[in-house]
Each structure stands twice: as structure tokens, then as C-alpha cells.
């Protein structure tokens, strides 16, 4: 069973950086192509950045050229670098992992990012 565990969020002020981590467990890595969403109160969980097992990226519009994200696959985790941040990226991000086999998705507890001067 994949097992997702988020860290690296905080509290920062806008136009400062942070970098989320990943660890992944439970499965083969590169069988799954890893995601992060984000929610905030009241909305749906959204879209910030995936990438395959080869590397392709897809990014939300509003975090392109701000965020980068990337995976290791000798250690197994996805990392989200989030530079530039706006007090609109406040948020709870999640990892997510989906199976390109049986499109089966695991989803990590969270990690609270926070951007406010």
C-alpha cells in the first residue's frame, strides 16, 4: 500500500520560498505519476504541478515560472520548490501518487503553507 508523508511547510512571508517534500514508500516509484493540490476552506482541492515517471511537468497556471517541481527516483521522493509566494498560495498541500497502471490514487495528510506578512 502506498504510504505519502508531506513536510517543509511553514509559515513565510510574501516573496519568500519554501520547499515541500515527499516521501514515498509502499510501491514501485516509477510506476506513478506524482501530483500536488492544494485546499483551502470551503473549495475544492486544485491542481499546483504533477510529473511523470519521465520527467514531464504540468503546472496550474497561476504558480508557472514560481514553482518547480522534481522527483528522485533512487530515494523516492517528490519535492515542490515554491518560490515568489503570495499570500494567495496560503493553503494545505497534499501529495499525491497515482498509479499509471490502474490509475489507482494514494494521497498524502497534508502539510499547512502559510503566506502572510
Known amino acids: 500500500q502506498v504510504q505519502l508523508v508531506e513536510s517543509g511547510g511553514g509559515l513565510v512571508h510574501p516573496g519568500e520560498s519554501l520547499r515541500l517534500s515527499c516521501a514515498f514508500s509502499?510501491?514501485?516509484?516509477?510506476?506513478?505519476?506524482m501530483g500536488w493540490y492544494r485546499q483551502t476552506p470551503g473549495q475544492q482541492r486544485e491542481l499546483v504541478a504533477t510529473i511523470t515517471p519521465g520527467g514531464g511537468t504540468n503546472y496550474q497556471e497561476s504558480v508557472k515560472g514560481r514553482f518547480t517541481i522534481a522527483r528522485d527516483h533512487a530515494q523516492s521522493w517528490v519535492n515542490l520548490q515554491m518560490n515568489s509566494l503570495k499570500p494567495e498560495d496560503t493553503a494545505i498541500y497534499y501529495c499525491?501518487?497515482?498509479?499509471?497502471?490502474?490509475?489507482?490514487?494514494?494521497w498524502g495528510r497534508g502539510t499547512q503553507v502559510t503566506v502572510s506578512s
Open positions: 509502499g510501491s514501485i516509484f516509477g510506476l506513478y505519476v
Open positions: 499525491n501518487a497515482v498509479n499509471v497502471r490502474d490509475r489507482v490514487s494514494s
